[in-house]
């Protein structure tokens, strides 16, 4: 076998485990969003947990008061800033709702309502929700990080997709999967989008 076809075959060969990785990421993905929102739903604490990559944890976004906030945690233990027990995904909604691709529904905080139902993600879009959070508060609140938790906080973000899962009725469930070591993780729970105190 001459050095052209031996290079040719390693291409092909490359390019075949590429296109097989790739659905296999997909369904990985689609099977970790779900089984995370039948935890949620069960009010699963320790499948939640289950879920959170040990050496980054996770981030809750949420609002204490007029400026948003976040919290880094290893585990959630189901108290706030997430209150597990406050959360509504009926188990009718799993079954009715299939995750689909495309733009991300909107909240309206005016009437409490979605601007379309569903469990969507929007795969093309890159989302920075706490690097936002800590530029706002660096300005006006003097807020500091130190170098490690922006390298964590930009690489979680860097390698995170956003799923919105509005349900039938309620606030939905607003969540972040991070892509790490070939398994997905869950990387941030928003709770700022639906919260219209401020």
């Given at each position: ?33 779900t ?36 919290q880094?945690?290893?585990k ?20 009715k ?28 879009k ?7 959070i800590v ?59 639906t919260?219209?105190?401020?």
């Amino acid at each position: 076998m001459t050095a052209k076809k031996i290079v040719a075959l390693l291409i092909f060969c490359f390019s075949l485990s590429l296109a097989q990785a790739q659905p296999d990421k997909e369904a990985a993905f689609k099977k970790s969003c779900t089984k995370l929102l039948q935890a949620v739903s069960q009010k699963n604490l320790i499948l939640i947990n289950s879920l959170i990559q040990s050496e980054y944890g996770m981030y809750i976004l949420y609002r204490p008061g007029a400026m948003d906030s976040y919290q880094h945690v290893e585990k959630l233990d189901g108290n706030y800033p997430f209150i597990l027990a406050n959360q509504t995904i009926a188990k009718t909604d799993l079954k009715k709702f299939t995750l689909k691709y495309g733009t991300l529904p909107k909240y309206n905080c005016e009437r409490f309502v979605w601007n379309k139902k569903g469990y969507l993600i929007d795969s093309l879009k890159h989302f920075s929700p706490i690097s936002e959070i800590v530029a706002f508060r660096i300005k006006y609140d003097q807020l500091m990080i130190g170098k490690t938790e922006d390298i964590r906080i930009h690489f979680m973000e860097d390698n995170s997709r956003k799923i919105v899962f509005t349900g039938s009725k309620g606030n939905g469930f607003i969540f972040y999967m991070m892509y790490m070591n070939g398994q997905w993780y869950l990387s941030m729970i928003d709770l700022v989008t639906t919260d219209c105190s401020a």
